[in-house]
């Protein structure tokens, strides 16, 4: 959920609720709703299931929210062509589940796939924590079912990459409902994999785990998992289910300054959130002495000649980089807690805290000057780490997580604008996109228009073509409420 929506939780507060509720269960109920709300200029929000952190499912003007979850089918699988045919208001975690007894996985692992639909993965071009081997979400998607505002129900062809024209289906997803609603996908499915290799490693620093991951995805390797985790980070994914001391999770030779940082910070974690939050320069500063460690995971799978050819090669690009070998141990931890992040966040905002992530991407020459100039930006504003996934041959996505105090939801709405307006300011001056997989939604939308810059006109016409009244999710994407 986007934090302000928290905060105001907290306070009893909800000033943006809609005026009905509808949750049609075909496409031609959707067309329906669809003619009628234009016709009465009534905003329409479509709905999958809420979980997004950037507000685009948020009804600013009230109006209608269309819940898809009615419309949660698994309609078939062609196993020859490996593609499956699924209505978009299923649950990622329940669509898996349906698609395990087939052989098949779609591949696509968003930390928030038990409270999160394909079609909310379609609107804000979801990427799964695999989505180095198997791509993110539109690499997914073969065809589509949408319904635009004058009740015209259309569907692209399902065919394979390479189609020599204009693909409409790759307007619509990304587009956030702002266009229409996308009813019914064509998904790419893949055989469930028969082995995983697993390895992790130690970087003395960001910038030689990043070299790493580089060389790792030019080389042709298609990792399941990349993921290497700041100085800050490293250390509290190292500390999680552990019983052993601080010292010993985190180096070989406890009672070293190493350990006793480490411990230092593992009391931290324990000691009132309320107390250490606010000194966000303090904790930053601190975090920024802590010794060069970063922690790479890294997962293959798939047959099992082909994914420890693949461990192979990975690991020892990795040791090429400096990267020093920590077993399987933190890697296995990890696949086997990927989704617990999605629920640590209460604590934070109990304690009158709030926290917020950030996903941005870069080519890898902007990469780690991109990551130092956002920790810059806020550093005084907020306690921020990192970690970089979702890695490409050309580039990587940093996923930023910082959390800051505020007295109250006002007070927290101008502090979580001020920081979110300078880190997106220094990724827009380094030359990154200012969001990955998490959509543009409400909080993003003033960068969007100037990231757009002369493109931005352009959007506006697509917008008034497909929904001249301007019904469909008003304010979202950097337009007009």
């Known amino acids: 959920m986007w934090p302000p929506t928290v905060m105001w939780t907290k306070e009893g507060r909800f000033p943006h609720l809609p005026d009905a509720v509808a949750s049609p269960r075909t496409a031609e109920e959707v067309a329906q709703l669809l003619v009628w709300a234009a016709r ?17 499912a948020m009804p600013i003007k009230g109006g209608l929210v269309l819940s898809l979850k009615r419309m949660d089918a698994l309609v ?18 329940i669509l898996e589940r349906r698609l395990a007894p087939l052989g098949c996985t779609m591949g696509h692992f968003p930390s928030s796939i038990y409270c999160s639909t394909l079609g909310g993965y379609l609107a804000a071009r979801s990427a799964g924590q695999m989505s180095s081997r198997y791509g993110k979400i539109e690499d997914m998607a073969v065809g589509i ?12 062809l399902p065919c394979p990459i390479g189609m020599a024209r204009p693909d409409w289906a790759q307007v619509l997803i990304g587009s956030e409902g702002a266009l229409g609603v996308i009813t ?31 060389k790792i995805m030019q080389a042709g390797v298609a990792p399941a998992v990349l993921r290497l985790y700041d100085e800050f980070d490293s250390l509290v994914a190292g500390s999680h289910g552990a019983s052993k001391d601080a010292a010993a999770r985190f180096d070989d030779a406890p009672g070293g300054w190493e350990a006793r940082l480490a411990e230092t910070f593992e009391t931290l974690k324990k000691k009132s959130l309320a107390a ?7 904790l930053n500063r601190a975090a920024g002495l802590l010794p060069g460690k970063c922690l790479l995971v890294l997962v293959t799978e798939g047959e099992p000649d082909l994914a420890e050819h693949e461990a192979r090669r990975a690991a020892a690009l990795c040791r090429q980089a400096s990267g020093e070998s920590r077993g399987e141990g933190p890697a296995r931890y990890w696949l086997e807690h990927r989704y617990a992040v999605s629920y640590k966040q209460s604590k ?81 001056r380094l030359g990154g ?38 019904v469909m999710n008003p304010g979202k994407l950097g337009l007009a409420p």
């Not at 709905?47 to 950037?54: D, H, P």
């Not at 078939?76 to 975690?93: K, Q």
């Not at 250490?276 to 303090?282: C, F, N, S, V």
Request: proline share 6%.
């Open 184 to 214: 019914r996908a064509w998904m790419r499915v893949h055989p469930l994999p028969q082995h995983r290799v697993f390895h992790s490693f130690h970087f003395p620093g960001v910038g030689l785990g990043l070299e790493a991951m580089r």
């Open 348 to 428: 934070i905002f109990d304690a009158g805290g709030w926290v917020d992530t950030m996903e941005v991407a870069s080519p890898w020459r902007a990469l780690e000057p991109m990551y130092n100039a956002v920790r810059a930006a806020v550093a005084d504003d907020v306690f921020i780490m990192a970690h970089f996934s979702h890695a490409w041959p050309d580039g990587c996505c940093i996923y930023f997580s910082f959390a800051g105090m505020a007295e109250n939801a006002a007070q927290m709405e101008v502090r979580h604008a001020r920081v979110w307006r300078k880190a997106l300011d220094a990724v827009h």
């Open 145 to 156: 079912e949408f319904v635009l505002p004058d009740g015209g129900i259309h569907r692209t």
């Open 76 to 93: 078939g699988v062609d196993a020859e062509s490996l593609v499956a045919e699924v209505e978009t208001g299923i649950y990622g975690e």
């Open 276 to 282: 250490i939050l606010p000194r966000a320069g303090w």
């Open 40 to 56: 009465e200029r009534i905003p329409v929000v479509p709905y999958g299931a809420g979980s997004g952190v950037c507000a685009g």
């Open 433 to 470: 996109t200012i969001t990955h997989h998490h959509g543009v939604g409400l909080s993003k939308g003033p960068m969007l228009v100037t990231e757009y810059g002369g493109l931005w006109p352009l959007w506006k016409q697509v917008k008034a073509a497909l929904d001249p009244d301007g």
